[in-house]
Protein backbone atom coordinates (compact mmCIF):
# COMPACT_ATOMS: atom_id res chain seq x y z
CA UNK A 1 0.00 0.00 0.00
CA UNK A 2 1.46 3.47 -0.73
CA UNK A 3 2.69 5.01 2.45
CA UNK A 4 0.66 8.21 1.14
CA UNK A 5 -2.45 7.00 1.64
CA UNK A 6 -4.78 7.90 3.99
CA UNK A 7 -7.39 5.61 6.05
CA UNK A 8 -11.19 5.81 4.70
CA UNK A 9 -13.30 8.68 5.33
CA UNK A 10 -10.46 10.58 6.74
CA UNK A 11 -8.93 13.27 4.35
CA UNK A 12 -6.34 16.26 4.07
CA UNK A 13 -8.17 20.14 3.88
CA UNK A 14 -6.19 21.58 1.20
CA UNK A 15 -5.75 25.43 0.67
CA UNK A 16 -8.82 26.62 -0.84
CA UNK A 17 -11.56 24.88 1.54
CA UNK A 18 -9.06 24.89 4.45
CA UNK A 19 -9.86 29.08 4.09
CA UNK A 20 -13.49 28.63 3.78
CA UNK A 21 -13.64 26.04 7.15
CA UNK A 22 -11.64 28.63 8.68
CA UNK A 23 -12.94 31.91 7.76
CA UNK A 24 -16.62 30.29 9.37
CA UNK A 25 -14.65 29.08 12.67
CA UNK A 26 -13.50 32.54 12.93
CA UNK A 27 -16.69 34.38 12.24
CA UNK A 28 -19.19 32.19 14.70
CA UNK A 29 -16.87 32.19 17.15
CA UNK A 30 -16.94 35.58 17.43
CA UNK A 31 -20.57 35.70 17.03
CA UNK A 32 -20.92 33.96 20.14
CA UNK A 33 -18.65 36.05 21.74
CA UNK A 34 -21.53 39.09 20.98
CA UNK A 35 -23.68 36.98 22.96
CA UNK A 36 -21.45 36.53 25.78
CA UNK A 37 -19.77 33.08 25.58
CA UNK A 38 -16.74 32.44 26.65
CA UNK A 39 -14.43 29.80 24.92
CA UNK A 40 -12.61 26.36 26.11
CA UNK A 41 -10.50 24.24 25.26
CA UNK A 42 -11.21 20.58 26.13
CA UNK A 43 -8.02 17.72 25.49
CA UNK A 44 -8.60 15.50 22.51
CA UNK A 45 -7.52 12.35 25.01
CA UNK A 46 -9.14 12.00 28.33
CA UNK A 47 -9.72 9.08 30.28
CA UNK A 48 -12.45 6.92 29.00
CA UNK A 49 -14.91 6.52 32.05
CA UNK A 50 -14.66 10.40 32.23
CA UNK A 51 -15.25 10.76 28.21
CA UNK A 52 -17.94 8.73 28.52
CA UNK A 53 -19.47 9.89 31.62
CA UNK A 54 -23.28 11.41 30.67
CA UNK A 55 -22.67 10.31 27.01
CA UNK A 56 -24.80 7.57 25.15
CA UNK A 57 -24.34 4.21 23.75
CA UNK A 58 -23.72 5.60 20.44
CA UNK A 59 -21.02 7.79 21.70
CA UNK A 60 -19.06 4.65 23.29
CA UNK A 61 -19.38 2.78 19.91
CA UNK A 62 -18.38 6.41 18.02
CA UNK A 63 -14.95 6.21 20.53
CA UNK A 64 -11.61 5.38 19.78
CA UNK A 65 -10.18 3.36 22.25
CA UNK A 66 -6.30 3.10 23.47
CA UNK A 67 -3.89 1.94 26.21
CA UNK A 68 -2.29 5.11 28.30
CA UNK A 69 1.95 4.04 28.43
CA UNK A 70 2.02 6.16 31.22
CA UNK A 71 -0.97 4.77 33.66
CA UNK A 72 -2.03 1.82 31.79
CA UNK A 73 -5.54 2.92 32.11
CA UNK A 74 -7.54 3.17 29.34
CA UNK A 75 -7.95 6.46 27.24
CA UNK A 76 -10.35 7.31 24.42
CA UNK A 77 -10.35 9.90 21.45
CA UNK A 78 -13.37 12.34 22.05
CA UNK A 79 -15.87 11.75 19.10
CA UNK A 80 -18.19 14.38 20.90
CA UNK A 81 -17.51 17.67 22.96
CA UNK A 82 -20.40 18.77 24.79
CA UNK A 83 -19.87 16.12 28.06
CA UNK A 84 -16.59 17.51 27.99
CA UNK A 85 -17.47 20.68 28.18
CA UNK A 86 -20.37 19.96 30.68
CA UNK A 87 -17.35 18.69 33.16
CA UNK A 88 -15.02 21.57 33.06
CA UNK A 89 -18.83 23.99 33.83
CA UNK A 90 -19.45 21.35 36.41
CA UNK A 91 -16.05 20.36 37.80
CA UNK A 92 -13.57 23.60 36.87
CA UNK A 93 -15.39 26.52 36.65
CA UNK A 94 -17.89 25.55 39.05
CA UNK A 95 -20.08 29.03 39.00
CA UNK A 96 -23.41 29.52 40.85
CA UNK A 97 -24.17 31.73 38.45
CA UNK A 98 -25.14 31.09 34.33
CA UNK A 99 -22.86 30.24 32.40
CA UNK A 100 -22.32 30.39 28.50
CA UNK A 101 -19.46 28.20 26.91
CA UNK A 102 -18.35 27.53 23.25
CA UNK A 103 -15.65 25.48 21.70
CA UNK A 104 -14.30 24.88 18.59
CA UNK A 105 -11.75 21.60 17.55
CA UNK A 106 -11.39 18.14 16.01
CA UNK A 107 -13.35 14.97 16.97
CA UNK A 108 -12.70 11.21 15.42
CA UNK A 109 -15.39 9.00 15.11
CA UNK A 110 -14.55 5.01 14.62
CA UNK A 111 -16.83 4.85 11.86
CA UNK A 112 -18.45 7.44 9.50
CA UNK A 113 -22.37 9.35 10.48
CA UNK A 114 -23.37 9.14 6.70
CA UNK A 115 -22.25 7.68 3.14
CA UNK A 116 -19.97 10.50 2.68
CA UNK A 117 -19.30 12.01 5.89
CA UNK A 118 -15.98 12.36 7.29
CA UNK A 119 -14.63 10.44 10.88
CA UNK A 120 -12.95 13.36 11.66
CA UNK A 121 -15.25 16.05 11.95
CA UNK A 122 -14.61 19.87 13.17
CA UNK A 123 -17.09 20.61 15.90
CA UNK A 124 -18.02 23.56 17.28
CA UNK A 125 -20.92 24.57 19.31
CA UNK A 126 -22.51 26.68 22.61
CA UNK A 127 -23.90 25.28 25.43
CA UNK A 128 -25.73 27.27 28.66
CA UNK A 129 -25.65 26.38 31.99
CA UNK A 130 -27.50 26.70 34.83
CA UNK A 131 -31.23 28.48 33.61
CA UNK A 132 -34.35 25.76 33.56
CA UNK A 133 -36.04 28.17 32.14
CA UNK A 134 -36.97 27.71 28.52
CA UNK A 135 -35.35 31.44 27.26
CA UNK A 136 -31.90 29.23 27.34
CA UNK A 137 -33.48 26.84 24.73
CA UNK A 138 -34.79 29.94 22.94
CA UNK A 139 -31.11 31.25 22.87
CA UNK A 140 -29.43 28.14 22.28
CA UNK A 141 -31.77 28.14 18.92
CA UNK A 142 -31.45 31.73 17.97
CA UNK A 143 -27.44 31.21 17.96
CA UNK A 144 -27.97 28.11 15.88
CA UNK A 145 -29.54 29.65 13.01
CA UNK A 146 -27.92 33.00 13.60
CA UNK A 147 -24.82 30.74 12.70
CA UNK A 148 -25.97 29.45 9.49
CA UNK A 149 -27.30 33.00 8.59
CA UNK A 150 -23.51 33.65 8.98
CA UNK A 151 -22.31 31.46 7.01
CA UNK A 152 -24.89 32.44 4.15
CA UNK A 153 -27.79 29.91 4.06
CA UNK A 154 -30.90 32.41 4.73
CA UNK A 155 -33.82 29.28 4.09
CA UNK A 156 -33.05 26.74 6.53
CA UNK A 157 -35.70 24.15 8.06
CA UNK A 158 -35.35 23.36 12.07
CA UNK A 159 -36.99 20.19 12.85
CA UNK A 160 -38.53 20.14 16.64
CA UNK A 161 -38.92 17.37 18.87
CA UNK A 162 -38.95 17.01 22.32
CA UNK A 163 -38.36 13.69 24.79
CA UNK A 164 -40.88 14.74 27.59
CA UNK A 165 -43.45 13.42 25.01
CA UNK A 166 -41.89 10.17 24.62
CA UNK A 167 -40.99 9.53 28.64
CA UNK A 168 -44.67 10.78 29.73
CA UNK A 169 -46.38 8.20 27.51
CA UNK A 170 -44.37 5.09 29.11
CA UNK A 171 -43.73 6.50 32.62
CA UNK A 172 -46.55 4.18 34.11
CA UNK A 173 -46.34 1.40 32.02
CA UNK A 174 -43.62 -0.46 33.14
CA UNK A 175 -43.35 -3.55 30.01
CA UNK A 176 -42.60 -0.03 28.03
CA UNK A 177 -40.10 1.33 30.24
CA UNK A 178 -38.54 -2.13 29.90
CA UNK A 179 -38.25 -1.90 26.26
CA UNK A 180 -36.97 1.80 26.37
CA UNK A 181 -34.14 1.72 24.29
CA UNK A 182 -36.01 -0.78 21.36
CA UNK A 183 -38.74 1.71 21.15
CA UNK A 184 -36.82 4.58 20.77
CA UNK A 185 -34.69 2.42 17.91
CA UNK A 186 -38.24 2.16 16.10
CA UNK A 187 -39.42 5.22 17.00
CA UNK A 188 -36.74 6.71 15.01
CA UNK A 189 -36.94 4.48 12.06
CA UNK A 190 -40.60 4.93 12.13
CA UNK A 191 -41.06 1.48 11.85
CA UNK A 192 -44.67 0.96 12.67
CA UNK A 193 -44.67 -2.80 12.14
CA UNK A 194 -42.25 -3.15 14.55
CA UNK A 195 -44.04 -0.74 16.52
CA UNK A 196 -46.88 -2.74 16.54
CA UNK A 197 -45.56 -6.08 17.61
CA UNK A 198 -43.86 -4.49 20.54
CA UNK A 199 -46.69 -2.88 22.36
CA UNK A 200 -48.69 -5.71 21.73
CA UNK A 201 -48.84 -6.41 25.62
CA UNK A 202 -48.93 -2.58 26.38
CA UNK A 203 -51.66 -1.09 28.26
CA UNK A 204 -54.09 0.29 25.22
CA UNK A 205 -53.22 4.20 26.04
CA UNK A 206 -49.67 3.56 26.00
CA UNK A 207 -49.69 1.45 22.69
CA UNK A 208 -52.46 3.78 20.87
CA UNK A 209 -49.44 7.54 21.54
CA UNK A 210 -46.88 4.79 20.85
CA UNK A 211 -48.26 4.00 17.36
CA UNK A 212 -49.53 7.67 16.71
CA UNK A 213 -45.93 9.20 17.47
CA UNK A 214 -44.67 8.07 13.91
CA UNK A 215 -47.50 9.87 12.05
CA UNK A 216 -47.05 13.18 14.09
CA UNK A 217 -44.84 14.79 11.83
CA UNK A 218 -45.18 17.95 9.34
CA UNK A 219 -45.44 21.74 10.18
CA UNK A 220 -46.17 23.50 13.16
CA UNK A 221 -50.15 21.97 13.22
CA UNK A 222 -48.75 18.70 14.20
CA UNK A 223 -49.18 20.41 17.77
CA UNK A 224 -52.92 20.74 18.08
CA UNK A 225 -53.31 17.44 16.66
CA UNK A 226 -50.83 15.80 19.32
CA UNK A 227 -52.92 17.59 21.76
CA UNK A 228 -55.98 15.83 20.18
CA UNK A 229 -54.08 12.07 19.97
CA UNK A 230 -52.07 11.74 22.47
CA UNK A 231 -52.77 11.39 26.44
CA UNK A 232 -53.65 14.65 28.53
CA UNK A 233 -50.70 14.02 30.65
CA UNK A 234 -49.23 16.49 32.74
CA UNK A 235 -45.49 16.11 31.03
CA UNK A 236 -47.09 15.71 27.81
CA UNK A 237 -48.58 19.32 27.87
CA UNK A 238 -45.82 20.60 29.11
CA UNK A 239 -43.63 19.46 26.25
CA UNK A 240 -46.19 20.49 23.82
CA UNK A 241 -46.49 23.97 25.54
CA UNK A 242 -42.42 24.17 25.02
CA UNK A 243 -42.32 23.63 21.68
CA UNK A 244 -44.89 25.86 20.88
CA UNK A 245 -43.11 28.71 22.74
CA UNK A 246 -39.93 27.61 20.08
CA UNK A 247 -41.92 27.82 16.92
CA UNK A 248 -42.51 31.46 17.71
CA UNK A 249 -38.74 32.32 18.84
CA UNK A 250 -38.17 30.50 14.93
CA UNK A 251 -37.68 33.37 13.09
CA UNK A 252 -37.61 32.88 9.61
CA UNK A 253 -36.63 29.71 9.36
CA UNK A 254 -39.17 27.11 8.25
CA UNK A 255 -40.78 24.53 11.25
CA UNK A 256 -41.22 21.19 11.16
CA UNK A 257 -42.17 18.99 14.19
CA UNK A 258 -41.45 15.56 14.44
CA UNK A 259 -42.09 13.70 17.71
CA UNK A 260 -40.84 10.92 16.45
CA UNK A 261 -36.91 11.66 15.99
CA UNK A 262 -35.42 10.84 18.68
CA UNK A 263 -31.71 11.13 18.29
CA UNK A 264 -29.67 11.89 20.83
CA UNK A 265 -32.49 10.40 23.50
CA UNK A 266 -29.64 8.90 25.90
CA UNK A 267 -28.80 11.97 27.28
CA UNK A 268 -31.46 14.65 26.33
CA UNK A 269 -33.87 15.75 29.20
CA UNK A 270 -36.13 18.37 27.05
CA UNK A 271 -37.07 19.79 23.75
CA UNK A 272 -34.09 18.77 20.87
CA UNK A 273 -33.51 20.05 17.02
CA UNK A 274 -32.55 19.59 14.27
CA UNK A 275 -31.23 22.38 11.23
CA UNK A 276 -31.51 21.12 7.69
CA UNK A 277 -30.36 23.20 4.63
CA UNK A 278 -30.81 22.59 1.10
CA UNK A 279 -28.00 20.37 -0.57
CA UNK A 280 -27.44 18.13 2.55
CA UNK A 281 -29.20 15.16 3.58
CA UNK A 282 -28.26 15.09 7.37
CA UNK A 283 -28.74 17.95 9.36
CA UNK A 284 -26.20 20.50 9.89
CA UNK A 285 -26.65 21.14 13.92
CA UNK A 286 -28.15 19.64 16.54
CA UNK A 287 -28.95 20.46 20.22
CA UNK A 288 -31.34 20.43 22.58
CA UNK A 289 -31.78 20.16 26.19
CA UNK A 290 -29.15 18.09 28.65
CA UNK A 291 -29.93 18.90 32.12
CA UNK A 292 -28.65 15.02 33.55
CA UNK A 293 -25.45 14.98 31.96
CA UNK A 294 -23.48 17.28 34.65
CA UNK A 295 -24.32 14.99 37.67
CA UNK A 296 -21.96 12.27 36.68
CA UNK A 297 -19.27 15.01 37.64
CA UNK A 298 -20.70 15.81 41.12
CA UNK A 299 -23.01 18.63 40.06
CA UNK A 300 -26.54 18.42 38.51
CA UNK A 301 -27.01 21.44 36.24
CA UNK A 302 -29.55 22.63 33.72
CA UNK A 303 -28.15 22.64 30.17
CA UNK A 304 -28.83 23.50 26.67
CA UNK A 305 -26.69 23.55 23.80
CA UNK A 306 -25.78 23.40 20.08
CA UNK A 307 -23.09 22.06 17.50
CA UNK A 308 -22.27 21.15 14.32
CA UNK A 309 -19.52 20.38 11.96
CA UNK A 310 -18.11 22.95 9.69
CA UNK A 311 -16.11 20.47 7.27
CA UNK A 312 -19.80 19.54 6.04
CA UNK A 313 -20.98 22.75 6.45
CA UNK A 314 -18.25 24.13 4.49
CA UNK A 315 -19.13 21.63 0.96
CA UNK A 316 -22.06 23.35 0.50
CA UNK A 317 -20.44 27.01 0.34
CA UNK A 318 -18.77 28.41 -2.55
CA UNK A 319 -14.54 28.62 -3.50
CA UNK A 320 -13.69 31.30 -2.10
CA UNK A 321 -12.82 34.15 -3.86
CA UNK A 322 -8.87 34.54 -4.16
CA UNK A 323 -7.25 37.15 -2.32
CA UNK A 324 -5.86 40.24 -4.23
CA UNK A 325 -2.11 39.84 -3.82
CA UNK A 326 1.05 41.80 -4.27
CA UNK A 327 4.11 40.46 -5.78
CA UNK A 328 7.43 41.62 -4.63
CA UNK A 329 11.07 40.41 -5.51
CA UNK A 330 13.50 38.60 -3.41
CA UNK A 331 16.08 41.39 -1.67
CA UNK A 332 17.12 42.92 1.40
CA UNK A 333 17.81 46.12 0.23
CA UNK A 334 16.04 48.41 2.83
CA UNK A 335 13.69 50.40 0.83
CA UNK A 336 12.67 46.89 -0.02
CA UNK A 337 12.11 45.22 3.19
CA UNK A 338 10.71 48.93 4.65
CA UNK A 339 8.00 48.98 2.03
CA UNK A 340 6.75 45.40 2.11
CA UNK A 341 6.78 45.81 5.89
CA UNK A 342 4.58 49.07 5.62
CA UNK A 343 2.09 46.92 3.01
CA UNK A 344 1.54 43.76 5.11
CA UNK A 345 1.19 46.23 8.63
CA UNK A 346 -1.84 47.72 6.06
CA UNK A 347 -3.44 44.52 5.51
CA UNK A 348 -2.13 43.31 2.03
CA UNK A 349 -0.78 40.60 0.95
CA UNK A 350 3.03 40.31 -0.24
CA UNK A 351 4.84 37.39 -1.97
CA UNK A 352 8.20 37.60 -2.53
CA UNK A 353 9.21 35.47 -5.34
CA UNK A 354 12.00 33.22 -4.56
CA UNK A 355 15.08 33.65 -6.87
CA UNK A 356 14.44 31.13 -9.77
CA UNK A 357 10.83 30.51 -8.87
CA UNK A 358 7.48 31.25 -10.00
CA UNK A 359 4.65 31.97 -7.36
CA UNK A 360 1.81 29.30 -7.95
CA UNK A 361 -1.23 29.70 -5.53
CA UNK A 362 -4.73 28.80 -5.35
CA UNK A 363 -5.57 31.22 -2.56
CA UNK A 364 -3.55 34.54 -4.09
CA UNK A 365 -4.15 36.33 -7.52
CA UNK A 366 -1.11 38.50 -7.87
CA UNK A 367 -2.77 41.35 -9.24
CA UNK A 368 -0.08 44.05 -8.35
CA UNK A 369 3.50 43.96 -8.13
CA UNK A 370 6.22 46.46 -5.89
CA UNK A 371 9.05 47.37 -8.64
CA UNK A 372 11.76 50.39 -8.06
CA UNK A 373 10.93 53.52 -9.83
CA UNK A 374 14.01 54.04 -12.18
CA UNK A 375 13.75 57.59 -11.32
CA UNK A 376 13.17 57.98 -7.74
CA UNK A 377 14.45 54.93 -6.47
CA UNK A 378 11.22 54.67 -4.47
CA UNK A 379 9.56 51.01 -4.44
CA UNK A 380 6.27 51.52 -6.18
CA UNK A 381 3.07 49.59 -6.95
CA UNK A 382 2.02 48.27 -10.42
CA UNK A 383 -0.83 46.90 -11.62
CA UNK A 384 -0.56 43.80 -13.33
CA UNK A 385 -2.59 42.78 -16.58
Known amino acids: MP ?7 IADVLPSEARKIEDLRRGILDNFRLYGYELVMPPMLEYLESLLTGAGQDT ?53 SGLHAT ?44 VGVLRAIIATDAA ?32 DAL ?4 NLYGDASV ?48 AMFAIYVAGLPNAVARGGRY ?22 LSRLLPIAERKRSIRAPWGKEPGLRAKIAELRKSGEVVIQSLPGHDNDQDEFDCDRVLVQDDGSGHWILKKLA
Open 223 to 270: IARARQLLPQLPGIIAALDELDTLIRSANRAIVTIDLADLRGYQYESG
Open 3 to 9: NWLLPEN
Open 291 to 312: DHVGEAFGRARPATGFSMDLRE
Open 176 to 207: AQKDQAELHILLRAKDVPGLRIITANYATVTR
Open 119 to 162: REPLQIGAEIYGHAGLEADAEIQELALASLALAGFSQVRLDLCH
Open 60 to 112: DLRTFKLIDQLSGRTLGLRADMTTQVARIDAHLLNRASVTRLCYAGSVLHTRP
Open 211 to 214: LALP
